[in-house]
C-alpha cells in the first residue's frame, strides 16, 4: 500500500513562509505526477501545484509567483514552498500521487494563516 507522509503545516502570519514535504513510501519515479492539493474551510478540495516525473510544473492562478513546487531526488521527497501567504490560504493541504487513473493522498496538514 502506497503511503504519502507530509510535514511542514503551521500557524503563520500573513506575509510569512511555509515549506511542506511529501515522502513517499515508494520512489516518487513511480507516479506519473505528484502534487499538492488544498481545502479551505467549508470549500472543495482544489487543486495547488504539481510537477510530472519529467519535471513540468502546473500551479493554480491562485498561487502562481508565491509558491513554488520542487523535488529532491535523493530524499525522494517533494516540497511546496509556500511565500507571501495570505489568509486565503488557510486551509487542509493534501500530498497527491497519481498513476495513470489512481490518486494517492496524503493525511493532510493544516496550515493556517492569521495575526
Known amino acids: 500500500q502506497v503511503q504519502l507522509v507530509e510535514s511542514g503545516g503551521g500557524l503563520v502570519q500573513p506575509g510569512g513562509s511555509l515549506r511542506l514535504s511529501c515522502a513517499p513510501s515508494?520512489?516518487?519515479?513511480?507516479?506519473?505526477?505528484m502534487g499538492w492539493y488544498r481545502q479551505p474551510p467549508g470549500k472543495q478540495r482544489e487543486l495547488v501545484a504539481t510537477?510530472?516525473?519529467?519535471?513540468?510544473?502546473n500551479y493554480a492562478d491562485s498561487v502562481k509567483g508565491r509558491f513554488t513546487i520542487s523535488r529532491d531526488n535523493a530524499m525522494n521527497t517533494v516540497f511546496l514552498q509556500m511565500n507571501e501567504l495570505k489568509p486565503d490560504d488557510t486551509a487542509v493541504y493534501y500530498c497527491?500521487?497519481?498513476?495513470?487513473?489512481?490518486?494517492?493522498w496524503g493525511q493532510g496538514t493544516q496550515v493556517t494563516v492569521s495575526s
Open positions: 497527491n500521487a497519481r498513476v495513470i487513473r489512481t490518486h494517492y
Open positions: 510537477m510530472t516525473v519529467g519535471g513540468s510544473t
Open positions: 515508494v520512489s516518487i519515479f513511480d507516479f506519473n505526477d
